[in-house]
Nanobody, 117 residues
Framework: QVHPVESGGGLVHPGGSLRLSCTAQ????????MGWFRQAPGKERELVAT???????NYADSVKGRFTISRDNAKNMGYLQMNNLEPEDTAVYYC???????????WGQGTQVTVSS
């Protein structure tokens, strides 16, 4: 079964940048819509950004203008470029893959992003 695998998290200072990656192990990335979600301690999981199979992106208001979601189907990869990071962005970031007409969600294990001085 398809297994999303995230990478690219780490520790960064406020104002810095990170690029998260998501690959579809045991699957073809191009047939899935991709979403990035995050969950901070004590908070509910929230949607950060999505990109459809047809390459249409959408963003939460909190990250609009700072984050860019993209995909490269030939590389079996999706990305979340995060610029101008703030301490409030600190969370575990999860990649979610799903086909267009299904409620089945495939979740990665998450990658930790910490924004701190």
């Amino acid at each position: 079964q398809v297994h999303p695998v995230e990478s690219g998290g780490g520790l960064v200072h406020p104002g810095g940048s990170l690029r998260l990656s998501c690959t579809a192990q045991n699957g073809v990335f191009g047939i899935y819509n991709m979403g990035w979600f995050r969950q901070a301690p004590g908070k509910e999981r929230e949607l950060v950004a999505t990109i459809t199979v047809r390459n249409s992106p959408n963003y939460a208001d909190s990250v609009k203008g700072r984050f860019t979601i993209s995909r490269d189907n030939a590389k079996n990869m999706g990305y979340l470029q995060m610029n101008n990071l703030e301490p409030e962005d600190t969370a575990v970031y999860y990649c979610n893959l799903r086909q267009t007409y299904t409620t089945a969600n495939y979740w990665g294990q998450g990658t930790q992003v910490t924004v701190s001085s």
